[in-house]
């Protein structure tokens, strides 16, 4: 009996040992939420892989940029992983971030981002159309399918989508920049003649200014060069200084003077605005697209299409062109570009100009431009180049619903008033020139002084202000005079040239 009641409890035990063992055994192991890359923001996808980011971000925690990007954005982030740190340091003979100070660690992560959204399908050869948080252009280059940021960093992961933006991986990190451009072309031995050129002529201090006071605070300067190599020279016979000065100039004693032809060889090939491959055609209508050189005397020629044509001569099927390998390298203050010519000084072909009455520095540089509306109500100290008279001028943007604007942006007046632009140079020749403007608008229009057409209210948007030929390369002034009390929204000036 004895052993019988044991044996039914062993039984039992057997069976309850069984039967635990199989509620464990078929239990599934506790899910950990580990959350795809679109449901975290940047900051988190860095802290997240540590064992790839984690010197990137160490730098995050330090300048405490990590909040900045843990908000909403769009932000595109070009990451360098640790391999990359790791090179970055050593070039700097240090072993951490920490080593750092706290100005460069912030500036080193703020080269790295673009207060926009860039997926690499938006990127093509020339810069990131957007400048980087630091106020930067990043250039982009191929070789290729890969894909180049300033000549040193490939991205070797695209397209990674967070919740606030796009990171893109890349194998190097991106310095800052803050050599001029002639400090950049003067570090390259292949154009030690053009530097040379630079210098005599007094160039060089121009090309070496980085920004200079505007107001209260600094205004950028912005240049772009096209640079002659040493071995163009020499296949034209010019191997030193002395036989580059003979051979464009019969006065080597007045090579400082603007009207001597070397100086305006030197200065020709230096423009003014920087204009990396992917900016020469910003108007697919204007094509070729003209580029005034630093004295707005005169300008070069680009129109692009299975190459870059600069200063093409459609009679004889002639023109010069860059050497795209060793383009586009970034300065401080714009963009060097190779050329494969002499690149001779001409008058270029005429082209169709559109000029923007919002595109002045002094009012490029305000924090309104291309943001939101902005009022002033001195017409005759505010700008440089814009003048009026009347209750107030605004700065009008509306970045929707606007398709008739040029850039969304325009001048505008109320009431009774007068509005006059002065344009930048113009070359000489013959050009009919067309008004854009919109509003209840009823007003005369005058071209240096003289009365050359009426607007009235209508439903048009352009209107035809006549022909004109300038014998002289030179400023125009535009002005637009009410005749009645009326709106005016003024966005563009197009001079197209008129075959003689």
């Known amino acids: 009996m ?4 044991f044996n039914n409890i062993r039984g039992k035990s057997l069976l309850s040992l069984l039967f635990l063992y199989l509620i464990v055994a078929c239990t599934p192991e506790p899910i950990i939420w580990d959350p795809r890359a679109d449901e975290l923001v940047i900051a988190q996808y860095i802290e997240r892989d540590s064992t790839k980011f984690s010197e990137f971000n160490k730098l995050l925690v330090n300048t405490q940029l990590n909040s900045f990007l843990s908000i909403r954005g769009p932000y595109t982030l070009f990451l360098p992983n640790d391999s990359a740190m790791k090179v970055y340091y050593a070039s700097k003979n240090i072993s951490s971030a920490d080593q750092l100070d706290e100005e460069t660690q912030r500036n080193l992560v703020l080269n790295h981002l673009v207060l926009a959204e860039i997926a690499a399908g938006d990127i093509g050869l020339g810069a990131i159309r957007q400048t980087n948080a630091i106020n930067d252009k990043l250039a982009t ?3 290729g399918s890969d894909i180049y940021i300033n000549k040193v960093a490939k991205i070797i992961d695209r397209d990674t989508k967070v919740s606030n933006g796009i990171i893109h991986e890349v194998d190097h990190v991106l310095e800052p920049i803050t050599f001029s451009l002639f400090d950049l072309i003067s570090s390259d031995p292949n154009l030690s003649l ?6 005599l002529t007094g160039i060089k201090d121009t090309l070496n200014i980085v920004d200079f006071p505007f107001g209260a605070k600094m205004a950028r300067t912005y240049f772009t060069i096209l640079a002659v190599p040493d071995t163009i ?3 034209y016979g010019i191997y030193s200084i002395e036989d580059m000065i003979s051979y464009f100039t019969d006065e080597p004693d007045k090579i400082t003077e603007i009207e001597n032809g070397f100086y305006q060889y030197i200065e020709y090939h230096c423009l003014n605005g920087s204009h990396f491959l992917s900016d020469l055609v910003p108007d697919p209508a204007v094509n070729p697209q003209l580029y005034p050189i630093l004295s707005f005397n005169n300008n070069i020629s680009v129109r692009v299409a299975k190459d870059y044509y600069i200063n093409e001569n459609t009679a004889e099927g002639t023109f ?3 050497l795209v390998e060793q383009s586009n390298r970034p300065a401080k203050n714009g963009a060097l570009h190779i050329v494969n010519d002499l690149l001779p000084v001409v008058d270029p072909e005429p082209t169709k100009i559109i000029f923007d009455t919002c595109e002045y520095l002094d009012m490029m540089e305000g924090e309104y431009y291309m943001k939101y509306y902005k009022k002033w109500y001195d017409g005759q100290n505010t700008f440089q180049f814009i003048k009026w008279e ?6 009008y ?3 929707h619903d606007a398709p008739i604007q040029k850039n969304f942006d325009g001048l505008q007046m109320i009431g009774h008033w007068w509005l006059e632009v002065t344009t930048p140079k113009v070359m000489k020749g013959t050009y009919s020139m067309t008004g854009y403007v919109w509003g209840g608008r009823v007003c005369d229009v005058y071209v240096d002084d003289v ?3 009426h607007i009235g209210s209508s439903d048009s948007d352009r209107y035809d202000w006549g022909t004109f030929t300038w014998d002289t390369t030179t400023e125009h002034k535009v002005r637009l005079v009410s005749t009645a009390y009326s709106t005016v929204f003024w966005d563009t000036i197009e001079l197209t040239p008129v075959s003689q």
């Open 320 to 322: 010069t062109s860059f």
């Open 451 to 453: 009365k050359v057409a």
């Open 194 to 199: 053009f530097t040379k050129g630079l210098e």
């Open 233 to 235: 020279f020499n296949r």
């Open 397 to 399: 943007y509306k970045n």
């Open 141 to 143: 280059d191929f070789i």
């Open 2 to 5: 004895k052993r019988k009641i």
């Open 390 to 395: 009347g209750d107030y001028l605004q700065y």
